[in-house]
C-alpha cells in the first residue's frame, strides 16, 4: 500500500525540481538542493561489477588468466557480473609514445580504449563457451538481458571520454581511465559491489613489490588515503573522488586476483583483501 505523505511529498518535490529547472540556471544552489534530494533509481541492484587488471592480471597470460576465467564461469551461477577490463602494459607504451609525440590527453585517452578493448575481446572469447559475450557502445543497452540470461557480460573498462577526456593538470596521461571507467559503471547502473581483481593482497602503506616494510591495510576511508598520501596507490586517483561523491557504491574491495578463490569469497560478502569506503 502506498504511504499518500511519502506519495504527496514526492509529488511536491518532482514539481518543484521541474519548477526551478525551468527557471533557474543549473548552477542555482536551490535547484542543486532539490536535485541532490530527488529519489534514485538503482538499475542493476543485484549485480556487481569486476575490473580485471590489465598489467597485472591479463598481461601475465593462461596463467593468471585461465584460473580466473575458470572461477568467473563458476561464480556467474550465484551471481550476476558486469565484467570490467584494463589496458595495461600496451597502453603504457602507446602512452608513452604519443606523449613523446605531443599529443593530447584526448588522443591518448583513445589510444589506451583500444588496447581496454582489446582486452575485452579476448576474455570474451575465453567466456564464450559458457555463453558470455563481450558488448561494446550501444551494446551495453543489452546489459540486462545478457544479465537476466546468462547472468553475465564482458565489457571494456575505459571511459568513452575519447577526445572529450578531462585534461589532467600535470602532464597528458588521461586520468579518468579504467579503474573509474569501471566505478562509473557500477555507480550508474546502481550495483550493489564494485571489485577490482589486482595481482597484490590489497592496499599498503608502500608498494609491496619495492618496499619490504610495506604493511597491508584491511580497511580504509577515501579521507584516511589521502592524509596518508596513498591517493594513488593501488587505484586510479579520480577513483577516490567518485567514491566519495557516489549515492549507491560507497565502499570498493580489492582483492588478489591470482590467489583461486579470493574472487568468488569476495562476492559471497568475505572481508578479503582491503576495503575502501567512502566515509
Known amino acids: 500500500m502506498v504511504n499518500p505523505t ?7 518535490s518532482t514539481a518543484e525540481l521541474e519548477a526551478l529547472l525551468m527557471q533557474r540556471p543549473l548552477t542555482d544552489a536551490e535547484l542543486q538542493a532539490t536535485a541532490e534530494a530527488a529519489a534514485n533509481f538503482r538499475i542493476l541492484p543485484d549485480a ?27 561464480a556467474r551461477k550465484a551471481h550476476k557480473l558486469l565484467i570490467g577490463t584494463g589496458a595495461g602494459t600496451r597502453a603504457r607504451h602507446l602512452y608513452s609514445i604519443a606523449a613523446g609525440l605531443g599529443l593530447p590527453a584526448g588522443v591518448l585517452s583513445q589510444l589506451g580504449a583500444s588496447v581496454a578493448d582489446q582486452n575485452a575481446a579476448m576474455l570474451g ?37 575519447t577526445l ?26 546502481g550495483c550493489k559491489r564494485m571489485i577490482y581483481v589486482k595481482d ?13 616494510d ?6 580504509i576511508s577515501v579521507d584516511e588515503m589521502k592524509a596518508k598520501g596513498l591517493q594513488d596507490s593501488i587505484l586510479e586517483f579520480p577513483v577516490l573522488d567518485l567514491l566519495k ?35
Request: proline fraction near 7%.
Open 164 to 189: 572529450w577526456m578531462r585534461p589532467p593538470a600535470n602532464g597528458v596521461i588521461p586520468p579518468y581511465r579504467t579503474d573509474a571507467g569501471c566505478f562509473l559503471v557500477a555507480e550508474q547502473f
Open 125 to 161: 572469447q575465453l567466456l564464450a563457451k559458457h555463453g558470455v559475450s563481450a558488448v561494446d557502445g550501444a551494446g551495453l543497452s543489452a546489459v540486462p538481458l545478457y544479465l537476466a540470461e546468462v547472468h553475465a557480460v564482458v565489457f571494456s573498462g575505459m571511459p568513452p571520454y
Open 245 to 279: 561523491a557516489a549515492r549507491h557504491v560507497r565502499e570498493v574491495q580489492i582483492v588478489n586476483g591470482l590467489v583461486p578463490g579470493n574472487l568468488t569469497r569476495a562476492l559471497a560478502g568475505e572481508h578479503v583483501g582491503t576495503i575502501i569506503t567512502a566515509s
Open 48 to 74: 556487481t561489477v569486476i575490473k580485471i587488471g590489465g598489467q597485472s592480471v591479463i598481461d601475465r597470460g593462461r596463467s593468471a588468466v585461465y584460473p580466473l576465467v575458470d572461477e568467473i564461469a563458476a
Open 6 to 12: 511519502a506519495a504527496n511529498s514526492t509529488t511536491h
Open 200 to 212: 597484490e593482497n590489497g592496499l599498503y602503506t608502500a608498494n609491496p613489490k619495492t618496499s619490504k
Open 214 to 219: 610495506a604493511t597491508f591495510i584491511p580497511k
